[in-house]
């Protein structure tokens, strides 16, 4: 099974709200990071956090994370439709030496 | 920066056959992997490289499987024979660091269809 897993699965928002994505995981982790993938690319990275922070920002993205829960979110505030894309995280654990992508969740953001 | 850049972009071949994916880095970057992403397994770590060595190989499928590294510039993934369920998009990325902490630089992948 996957080392981190996405919810929810998918999302759909209107342009100007605010877009939640949360990641769950099961093991210990160095960091954690979140990806987007737009429809026929690779992914592309967009904020790491380690585990001894809280909370992170980056522009329109803040990223929490809660190592007692083994949980993170990612919130992009004032969509635009151009957000519209996967979004993955991806664990780097402190058991392995591999950097474990979940499913992702699909936000799509209608104009 | 050009990114990593793979070719093929598309691929489509028949059952039996041999296919080779190929991955540039960008210039500088020490560490390698290959990903597999489909629908139903979603992105699978197949191995990665650092300074040109195999790290881990454990999520290679099979022995039709094979990927090597000649130099910093260049890597390759080779399936022979090739299946049905090989089909997948194939995906290279880099990475300054390894997995210490350091963002991975994707590709575009390439799209493999085995028929």
Redesign the interface.
Request: hydrophobic share 50%; no cysteine; glycine share 20%.
């Given at each position: 099974s996957q080392q981190g897993e996405e919810d929810p699965q998918a999302l759909s928002i209107q342009e100007g709200e605010n877009a939640t994505m949360n990641c769950s995981y099961k093991t210990s982790i160095n960091n954690l990071q979140w990806y987007r993938q737009n429809s026929g690319r690779g992914l592309v990275h967009l904020i790491l956090i380690r585990s001894n922070e809280r909370e992170k920002h980056s522009g329109r993205l803040r990223v929490t994370l809660d190592t007692s829960k083994k949980s993170s979110s990612l919130l992009i505030t004032a969509s635009r439709a151009a957000d519209t894309a996967s979004y993955f995280c991806a664990t780097d654990t402190k058991a392995g030496n591999m950097l474990t992508f979940g499913g992702g969740t699909r936000l799509m953001v209608k104009p | 920066d050009a990114g990593?850049i793979q070719s093929p972009r598309h691929e489509v071949t028949e059952m039996g056959q041999e296919v080779t994916l190929r991955c540039k880095p960008i210039s500088g970057h020490n560490s390698l992997?290959w990903?597999r992403q489909t629908m139903m397994r979603?992105?699978e770590?197949l191995i990665?490289f650092n300074n040109n060595v195999p790290?881990?190989d454990s999520g290679m499928p099979e022995d039709r499987f094979s990927a090597k590294m000649p130099n910093a510039s260049f890597s390759t993934l080779k399936i022979q024979p090739s299946e049905p369920r090989d089909s997948a998009v194939y995906?290279c990325?880099s990475s300054p660091q390894g997995?210490g902490?350091s963002?991975?630089?994707?590709?575009?992948?390439t799209r493999l269809t085995v028929t």
């Open positions: - | 990593v992997f990903y979603g992105l770590l990665y790290i881990d995906f990325a997995l902490g963002p991975l630089h994707f590709g575009n992948g």
